[in-house]
């Protein structure tokens, strides 16, 4: 065989092989793409006996429709480390086909397809309880997993995304009734004083 003939099979082999394995062969995202997962919290700090809503917004930054979305969101290491720090999800809402809370955990897999650039958003809130420990260094972390299929379902993407909130004491305002005691008391003492400048001198001793 000619070395001519043994370089162009070489090519159509090659080519043949491109065809063949579509998923191998990524088609790129545009340049100004927004990330495909974006996640927040409502509060950056928060106290014991109040909730925080955490918003996760996918985008799909792909140049074909998202086939499957799916994501997990679980306690940091060192928050789930913290015996003291006590705290639950209750909701999990948005465009979601599954939307689960069970815990401290929660599982999305979002509405599909997703065409290029468009997104889902999905809001996942938790109390933490009124008990639970507080003060510096003291934080609830969440580390989300996200995984998504694009493609045709023959390419695939994933990463992995956090937030949290502080943890901080609340302060304790002065009593209203206790306010309200001292301001008689005053308000008392000063008539008394007042009533003594208008009493004969003799009278006042």
């Known amino acids: 065989m000619r070395p001519t003939t043994r370089r162009r099979l070489g090519l159509s082999g090659l080519l043949a092989l491109g065809i063949g394995l579509p998923g191998l062969v ?36 792909q140049t074909t429709n998202t086939q499957f979305v799916y994501q997990s969101i679980q306690p940091t290491w060192n928050t789930s480390q913290d015996p003291g720090l006590k705290y639950t999800f209750k909701s999990c809402t948005g465009e979601a086909v599954q939307c689960d809370v069970n815990g401290q955990t929660g599982t999305v897999r979002y509405n599909v397809p997703v065409v290029p650039g468009a997104t889902r958003t999905v809001k996942l809130t938790y109390d933490i309880a009124a ?11 969440f580390y989300s997993y996200v995984y998504y299929e694009y493609q045709g379902g023959q390419a695939k993407k994933d990463g992995v995304y956090t937030t949290g909130t502080d943890v901080a004491c609340a ?17 008392k003492s000063a008539a008394a004083a007042q009533q003594r400048q208008h009493l004969p001198a003799a009278a006042r001793h």
């Open 26 to 61: 990524q088609q790129p995202a545009s340049a100004d793409a927004a990330p495909p997962m974006s996640i927040s919290v409502d509060k950056p700090s928060a106290t014991p006996g109040s909730t925080v809503t955490i918003t996760m917004t996918f985008t799909n930054d």
């Open 131 to 141: 008990d639970s420990a507080c003060g510096p260094s003291r934080r609830i972390d």
């Open 171 to 187: 302060t304790t305002p002065p009593a209203a009734g206790k306010a309200a005691e001292s301001s008689a008391k005053f308000a």
